[in-house]
Nanobody, 116 residues
Framework: QVQLVESGGGLVQDGGSLRLSCAASGSIFSIRVMGWYRQVQGKQRELVASISSGGRSTYADSVKGRFTISRDIAKNTVYLRMNSLKPEDTAVYYC??????????WGQGTQVTVSS
């Protein structure tokens, strides 16, 4: 089992920055990929960024050049640094861990609100 706890969300002005953290516990050795998703009320959850166990990262086109995903293996933590935030980035952000083809772990979500 893997448990994920997100933190770092909040309210920020247009153009500001936030860093989200996702602390993993449990069977962390089984994690293949970790990522950040976001979801707006009434819309489908979308992938924002991901990072593999080998350190390879991917990003949604909408956040490329602004967001950076990283990891601290010693702390079992994945981060999402968000710069140049825009109102359209407002969403609930969820941490995800892919363990197998049958199992994904999710955090509880953290709200990010960007005011114009």
């Amino acid at each position: 089992q893997v448990q994920l706890v997100e933190s770092g969300g909040g309210l920020v002005q247009d153009g500001g920055s936030l860093r989200l953290s996702c602390a993993a516990s449990g069977s962390i050795f089984s994690i293949r990929v970790m990522g950040w998703y976001r979801q707006v009320q009434g819309k489908q959850r979308e992938l924002v960024a991901s990072i593999s166990s080998g350190g390879r990262s991917t990003y949604a086109d909408s956040v490329k050049g602004r967001f950076t995903i990283s990891r601290d293996i010693a702390k079992n933590t994945v981060y999402l640094r968000m710069n140049s935030l825009k109102p359209e980035d407002t969403a609930v952000y969820y941490c995800n861990a892919n363990i197998s083809t049958e199992y994904n772990a999710w955090g509880q979500g953290t709200q990010v609100t960007v005011s114009s």
